[in-house]
């Protein structure tokens, strides 16, 4: 099966391929790519191709497929454009065997320096996205620490919850018993036992450990590293 089509050879060694269904990339900026390969004489180079990938959140697996199969067939410098601005949804695509990813803004407006950028370095990121990658390896870096505490997330939770109903629930979430939790809110242990039991059947939990695992599941608990 034949994957893709060239736009135009530009040279015996050199061809440029738009894997673009619906033609989102402009035939202007096409041939301006076009006439600026063709103008730096290049003897030997990989063929460069552009994927525009319609929705980063759901075409993750068909690319790596479309990706597999080229491989086996064209050496190639492989770029991927986006239809939207870069954002986080894009991030795994860069763990796929790429050597770019840039917006369609980006390229329209950039993309002579796109160009000698890959051809020069054979890798290219669009600015803006840099931000992104960096918080992205954060997050990374966080997940793979232990969670030292869970804290209420108190925004989420009011109106819902008394002001007293969250330092116990927190108190829970910190795995203090009644004795210990009635101690550190200076309250009678018979107060505590009666805020709990109307915490239990406000979140309609079974129990003081299903109030905690609710209270989790509803997503009003940050964990801490």
Known sequence: MQLLMPEKAVSLK???FYVDPQCEIPMDTKDRITDLLASRHLTSCDDIIFYFLENPEVNLSKLENVLMEIKKHNRCTFI???KEPLNKHVLPYLT???NGVVSLFYLVNEFEMILNTVLEKNIIIEPNFHKEILQGI???KNRDLPIKKLELNKEKVE???SQKEQDVLQLLLDGKNNREIAGKLFF???TINSIISGLIKKIKANDRTDAVVKTIRYGWVD???
């Open 14 to 16: 050199t061809k440029i």
């Open 80 to 82: 991927i454009v986006t």
């Open 96 to 98: 796929l065997p790429v």
């Open 138 to 140: 954060e997050m990374k």
């Open 159 to 161: 109106g819902l919850l």
């Open 188 to 190: 009678a242990q018979s």
């Open 223 to 225: 964990g801490l590293r």
